[in-house]
Every structure is written in structure tokens, then in C-alpha cells.
């Protein structure tokens, strides 16, 4: 009987010894991918993924692994080291851009004197402008881009090639003024008032009032009016300028090819 227990108590004793090695072993090995895992993302801390910093990110990698489609500014070198290290297939990620939607030509409905924020003056009876849609250009989207992206310019947003279509700047906007367009898009839409034309007409001298111009002038029929607005096929577009230069309101704008992405 004493054997028994001697026998007994000596496998207890070496099968806690086991477990508590590889409890340590384990525990190494996942703090090492964690770290590597760290060291393949940008470390900005944009919060463009969802978590409020890289090493939440990679901690949320490490449970999750479909979450790597989230982080916007992995090249595409260490995009595929990391799908190697979690084990998943490795997909190239196209970066939008950000796209500003308005021209800004409201007219004022009140002087506006308080804080400048766009988020505050939207709380005070839907913004200052006769259009509720319209761009009321206080910066809250510059303020929200962690890369310097977007800079104001006579009351409106302007793109630069540092933005990363992360896409904090359009959650930033009460208006939704700006929205993420591939990088490849040839022709961009500067308004997004749903309004019928004679609504937008007295309040915007700038706004599109479906007309449907541009839609019958298109040679290879790539816009489309929905919901008094054109949609373009930016595939089928040719950019061959016809629309901008029927639109009387100049809401059509063939995208710039310089070295600014809007």
C-alpha cells in the first residue's frame, strides 16, 4: 500500500513538473509571436482598425487572424510576413482615398460664433448653412487624420498624398462630406445633396440639381442619376471630360494626376 502511494505521489509530482514546462514553453512561445506579430505593424497608433493601438491590434491578431484585412498601413511586404506568421492567405490590400463630396456654396442661414468644431455648430439646428449637407468647414476631418492628410483651404478639405484611406476623417465629419473612393477612380462627384434640383438650386449655387446632363452627354454611358445624383461607373469612365463640360453647375471634376491623390 505504501508503494502505491509513493508511486502515485512520484508520477503526481512529475506530471505537475510536465505541465508547468510546457505551461512555460507555450507561454514563450505566444509571447513571441505577440512581439513578432508588433513588430510587422506600422506602430502609429492611428486607431484606424478599431483598437486603440497597435499592441491591442496584435493582441486581437493573435486570437483572430481574419482581422488583419483592418490595419490600412501594413505594406505589402509585411502584410504577407504577417499572414505567413498567423497562418492565413496573404491578400493585397487596395488603399482608398479620401474624397472630399462638396464645393461649398450654401448660403449662411446664421453667423456662427461658437466653438469651431463641426460636430458642435451641427448640434445647433443642423449646422449654419441653408444646405444641411454641405461641407460647414471647420476641420473636425483635419483634426481626426493622424498623418497631416488633409489641410483646410477656403473653408474646405483638401486631400495630399499622405493620406492612407484610413478613413477616420469621414467618421469625423457630422456631414459625411467626405467619403473613401479607390485611388484609381477617374471622375469624382463635389456634391452629395439627395434634395430635388429646385431645392438645391435656392440654397446652393454650387450643387448638382439632376439635370441628368452629364448622364445623356456620356459617350460610353458611365454615369447614372440615383436619387438626384450622378453615379459613376469609374470603370466603364473614360475621362474624356464630356460631363464636366456639359454640367452648368461644375459639380463634375476629373480627378487631378499630379502628385495630389484628389
Do not use: W
Amino acid at each position: 500500500m505504501i508503494v502505491e502511494i509513493v508511486v502515485l505521489g512520484v508520477l503526481g509530482f512529475g506530471f505537475s513538473v510536465g505541465l508547468v514546462m510546457a505551461s512555460k514553453k507555450f507561454t514563450v512561445t505566444a509571447d513571441e509571436k505577440l512581439e513578432k506579430v508588433k513588430e510587422l505593424l506600422p506602430g502609429r497608433n492611428c486607431g484606424a482598425c478599431g483598437f486603440a493601438g497597435c499592441s491591442e491590434y496584435a493582441a486581437a491578431l493573435i486570437n483572430d487572424p481574419s482581422l488583419i484585412q483592418g490595419c490600412k498601413l501594413m505594406g505589402d511586404e509585411e502584410r504577407e510576413k504577417m499572414s505567413e506568421l498567423l497562418g492565413v492567405e496573404s491578400k493585397k490590400v487596395e488603399r482608398p482615398v479620401a474624397t472630399p463630396l462638396c464645393r461649398n456654396g450654401s448660403e449662411v442661414k446664421f453667423e456662427y460664433k461658437g466653438i469651431k468644431s463641426c460636430a458642435t455648430a451641427s448640434g445647433i439646428g443642423g449646422g449654419f448653412l441653408e444646405c444641411k449637407y454641405g461641407c460647414l468647414g471647420l476641420g473636425d476631418c483635419a483634426e481626426a487624420c493622424p498623418f497631416g492628410a488633409i489641410e483646410m483651404v477656403n473653408g474646405l478639405p483638401q486631400v495630399n498624398i499622405n493620406c492612407t484611406g484610413c478613413g477616420l476623417c469621414m467618421k469625423a465629419c457630422p456631414k459625411n462630406v467626405i467619403t473613401l473612393l479607390p485611388r484609381d477612380a477617374k471622375l469624382l462627384v463635389r456634391c452629395h445633396s439627395p434634395e430635388p434640383g429646385k431645392v438645391v438650386a435656392r440654397v446652393c449655387k454650387n450643387g448638382c440639381i439632376a439635370c441628368s446632363l452629364c448622364e445623356r452627354a456620356c459617350p460610353v454611358h458611365a454615369i447614372k442619376m440615383e436619387n438626384n445624383l450622378p453615379v459613376i461607373d469609374q470603370a466603364a469612365c473614360t475621362a474624356c471630360g464630356t460631363c464636366v463640360e456639359k454640367c452648368p453647375r461644375h459639380v463634375l471634376e476629373l480627378k487631378f494626376r499630379g502628385t495630389s491623390p484628389t
